[in-house]
């Protein structure tokens, strides 16, 4: 896909920055990037990080697969371009957040590593936390709570990850939390710790 260029755009610095940002808060903003097959528990995982991060008042918004996909990304299929571009998409929101002072907390696929790394690579060091949901592909067909794994054996979903398209698993994440037998408040419980020994947030 050929990438289009905005023209005549200059980027407006604000007055308020992130580091006065972040001071408000009393926390650092970062990109916490779930990343796992359907049926991994990224989504379920993000939102209990997202309500430990509440209790301890901290500024957080979770970005998630389905629900960018009804507006911002709702003009996307599933192709590997489209895929990509749901992708750039959401990196180059969740920077955004960052600067904005936000813990933003993404349950995507997102299942090739480029597209992982690239996100990667806009943010600062250490803006970008990358957390694999590991869980075999047999427990997430078991789980298979919107169907769409069987869908897709019936052939009812083209290029369906996992199944008739690739999943790339992470080379060396911040955290890989085994979501197929820990239990959901041990998942959590890993982020958080993460979150503490990075300086993110404080007790």
């Not at 980027?11 to 808060?25: F, G």
């Not at 298979?144 to 994440?173: C, H, M, Q, W």
Request: charged share 30%; hydrophobic share 35%; net charge negative.
């Amino acid at each position: 896909m050929e990438k289009k260029v905005s023209s005549n755009v200059v980027w407006h610095h604000a007055t308020i920055d992130r580091e006065a940002r972040e001071k408000l808060n009393g926390h650092k903003s970062v990109i916490l990037w779930f990343t796992g097959l359907s049926g991994s528990g990224k989504s379920t995982l993000a939102h209990a990080v997202e309500e430990k991060l509440y209790e301890m008042k901290c500024r957080t918004y979770v970005l998630d697969g389905d629900n960018i996909r009804h507006g911002l990304c709702g003009d996307l299929g599933f192709s590997n371009e489209d895929r990509v571009e749901n992708i750039r998409r959401i990196g180059e929101v969740a920077k955004l957040f960052v600067e904005a002072g936000v813990i933003s907390l993404t349950a995507f696929i997102s299942p090739f590593r480029a597209d992982r790394d690239n996100v990667r690579k806009i943010n600062a060091e250490g803006d970008f936390f990358e957390i694999y949901c590991k869980c075999s592909l047999d427990i997430c067909e078991e789980r298979d709570v919107k169907g769409l794994y069987k869908k897709a054996r019936a052939g009812e979903i083209k290029e369906f990850t996992g199944i008739n398209s690739p999943y790339e698993e992470p080379l060396n994440p911040e955290l890989t939390v085994d979501t197929g037998s820990e239990s959901l408040e041990e998942s959590a419980a890993k982020v958080i710790n993460l979150l503490l020994e990075r300086g993110v947030i404080q007790k």
